[in-house]
């Protein structure tokens, strides 16, 4: 899922799965909710609003059932995981 940086709010990056319907919304605090049953116009409001943050806690969540998860950094993590997997590998010889 491709996910679009804002700042709005507690929101940092939103993404939306059409074939899924699901919804994922990231927080400053590192925490993410993927939400459920969501519609393509839903997540084009939200992606085009001017106060997203507003769009999401009258729109979003309280309306679709969510799960908590945890933000994972685009990219670095899985050169990260790599390189410590390249240094495990090593330490073991």
Do not use: C, H
């Not at 699901?22 to 927080?27: G, H, N, S």
């Not at 309280?62 to 990219?75: C, M, N």
């Amino acid at each position: 899922m491709e996910m679009k940086k804002i700042n709005a709010g507690k929101l940092r990056a939103i993404g939306y799965d059409p074939r899924e319907r699901i919804l994922r919304v990231e927080f400053d605090d590192g925490s993410a909710i993927d939400y459920s049953g969501v519609g393509a116009e839903v997540w084009r409001r939200l992606s085009t609003s001017g106060s997203a943050w507003s769009y999401y806690r009258d729109n979003i969540e309280e309306e679709f059932p969510g799960r908590r998860g945890r933000a994972r950094p685009q990219g670095k993590s899985q050169a990260l995981d790599d390189l410590f997997k390249a240094f495990g590998d090593d330490a073991d010889t």
